[in-house]
T-cell receptor, first 112, second 114 residues
């Protein structure tokens, strides 16, 4: 699976949009971009995933650049409960291996 | 998404003993997986639990150390055998409904070996 690069940490004011970037310049054509988050003492929580098109669900929006070398996860109205480590993962959906490689992620702190 | 329950949530065990961790899902799922998260490390896939057949183990993991059962489409167990302090980790169950579908995780079992 392609390697991803994320900022180590970010702050966001409560109620504002949180924009979390991810670089995946070596992504291949059959690889998806997945986003998970992990709140302390809990298992990873799936947020959203996409292949080429932008995606939106009840939790977040995922913006993927046209060349697919980077993406941004957007939490439209961050709350204190969104404080967590966010992981950007590039994965081929299991065509090769089912292993999801969680890097170090971005620690998002939502500030009152 | 599926509700995934793991038991126990945590345990402290003596070296040389074995512990079986259970993973129960509230709906039928195609795929079930077991991961390990060692302290300060990322998640590592141990194996894919196959219903009705032997689990598929990743490199570095063997059936004698981590026997896995999957009797049906909603339940799986992972046993950590002959435990040593190096086995102190969080063990997580995840489930998936097919290729290209996201995996969903339980909250894990925190295991400490004395």
């Amino acid at each position: 699976d392609a390697k991803t690069t994320q900022p180590t940490s970010m702050d966001c004011a409560e109620g504002r949009a949180a924009n979390l970037p991810c670089n995946h310049s070596t992504i291949s054509g059959n690889e998806y971009v997945y986003w998970y988050r992990q709140i302390h003492s809990q298992g990873p929580q799936y947020i959203i995933h996409g292949l080429k098109n932008n995606e939106t669900n009840e939790m977040a929006s995922l913006i993927i650049t046209e060349d697919r070398k980077s993406s941004t996860l957007i939490l439209p109205h961050a709350t204190l409960r969104d404080t967590a480590v966010y992981y950007c993962i590039v994965h081929d959906g299991g065509a090769g291996s089912y292993q999801l490689t969680f890097g170090k992620g971005t620690k998002l702190s939502v500030i009152p | 998404s599926a509700v995934i329950s793991q038991k126990p949530s945590r345990d402290i065990c003596q070296r040389g003993t074995s512990l079986t961790i259970q993973c129960q899902v509230d709906s039928q799922v195609t795929m079930m997986f077991w991961y390990r998260q060692q302290p300060g490390q990322s998640l590592t896939l141990i194996a894919t639990a196959n219903q009705g057949s032997e689990a598929t183990y990743e490199s570095g993991f063997v059936i004698d150390k981590f026997p896995i059962s999957r009797p049906n489409l909603t339940f799986s167990t992972l046993t950590v055998s002959n435990m040593s302090p190096e086995d102190s980790s969080i063990y997580l169950c995840s489930v998936g409904r097919g290729r290209d579908q996201p995996q969903h995780f339980g909250d894990g079992t925190r295991l400490s070996i004395l």
